[in-house]
């Protein structure tokens, strides 16, 4: 079997060989924690981001409804009207190329893209109603209430 040449040999050589196997194991343990904190990191920015780009749509969508307003509001004079539907029409589209960003996303779930068409739809809708709206304002020689109706 083994032949120790003395005592210190006997107890160092199983304590040196634990203390190798638990400096191993302790590298090995770091390595996975930043192998989880980096798929942890992608995975949240994904999240943010297309947390980012719906607020972005929203945001848009909330500026074009206050462009139909101004339209409403300040209509009556034909260099307002042209500016603020020309404007309401911008944001329109910006919206139409938002959604179409987050379509072609694909870390966006089927689910939530599912709803992201529904909307697209609702705001295609909307739009022609708009327009409707808008050939209504301008034909009642710009009465806001028959705007505001569609």
Do not use: C
Not at 47 to 57: A, F, H, K
């Amino acid at each position: 079997m083994f032949n120790y040449t003395s005592i210190s040999r006997l107890v160092m050589t199983p304590v040196l060989a634990s203390l190798f196997l638990l400096v191993l194991l302790n590298g090995a343990s770091i390595l996975k924690s930043f192998s989880v904190l980096s798929s942890f990191d992608e995975l949240e920015n994904t999240l943010v981001q297309s947390e980012r780009d719906v607020n972005s749509v929203l945001s848009t969508f909330k500026t074009q409804v206050q462009e139909w307003k101004n339209v409403l509001l300040r209509g009556h004079n034909q260099k307002d009207r042209e500016k603020y539907w020309n404007r309401f029409k911008e944001r329109e589209a910006d919206i139409t190329r938002q959604f179409e960003q987050m379509l072609g996303n694909n870390v966006i779930s089927e689910k939530a893209k599912s709803e992201i068409r529904q909307f697209q739809k609702a705001h295609a809708l909307m739009a022609t109603r708009y327009r409707e709206g808008y050939e209504a304002f301008v034909a009642s020689g710009f009465d806001p209430k028959v705007g505001d109706s569609f």
